[in-house]
């Protein structure tokens, strides 16, 4: 069956956790949407500095999380690429890759919309798509047209859930200091971290 119903789920996920899980299949539930095909950053362009661990390893933890949901997929397409990861490539190569969409979404957190305006090219990336901002607990809405302009806001499909205090910092955090990770990620990422010594302070 030929998809008609795309939306791309973008992150460094280093490592992937429930919460990015629960974003994307609440997405996918609220919108109809036939597919969400996660995909890692090769080289993330807004985290430029920052310390990340290989694309290979984040992929293969992606692709172990997400293996067990059939509208769930994960894509090589940024880490295979040369060069920074800008989101408008990926929507581009998507829309090549599956020329019968009706609809193709980018879902993100709702904070990283409020920071849009500093995105690659972020006029031509709001004409090729459709954004899902995940809104959670607490988050405030009532600056977004001001600070990204009326027009774009638009684009912008809204969608609370449930609120997950989870973050891979935390989770890199607890692996450093010898704190348990379980049920904050998949056993098969949990068992990946830790048979390849993921997160683990520098000897």
């Not at 694309?55 to 949901?69: D, F, I, V």
């Not at 459709?130 to 809104?135: L, W």
């Not at 607490?138 to 027009?151: A, I, V």
């Not at 609120?163 to 704190?179: E, K, N, P, Y």
Request: one cysteine or more; glycine letters at 6%; charged letters at 20%.
């Amino acid at each position: 069956m030929a998809v008609k119903s795309l939306a791309v789920m973008g992150g460094t996920f280093d490592p992937i956790h429930f919460g990015h899980l629960l974003m994307a299949e609440e997405a996918r539930q609220a919108f109809d949407i036939q597919l969400v095909t996660f995909v890692p950053n090769g080289q993330p362009a807004h985290k430029k500095g920052y310390p990340v661990t290989p694309a290979e390893h984040r992929y293969a933890m992606t692709l172990l999380a997400t293996a067990s949901n059939p509208h769930f997929a994960c894509s090589r397409v940024e880490i295979d690429r040369p060069g920074p990861s800008y989101s408008i490539d990926t929507i581009r190569h998507f829309r090549k890759e599956y020329p019968g969409l009706d609809h193709l979404y980018f879902i993100t957190g709702a904070d990283a919309i409020l920071q849009i305006l500093s995105w690659h090219d972020h006029e031509s990336l709001i004409k090729e798509c459709e954004f899902i901002a995940v809104t959670r607990p607490g988050f405030h809405l009532e600056d977004l047209p001001e600070t990204t302009g009326s027009m774009f806001v638009k684009h912008v499909k809204f969608l609370p859930i449930p609120g997950l205090d989870i973050s891979s910092t935390m989770i890199r955090d607890r692996v450093r200091t010898g704190h348990t990770i379980k049920y904050l990620t998949t056993d098969t990422v949990v068992n990946y971290i830790m048979r390849e010594r993921l997160y683990l302070p520098a000897k």
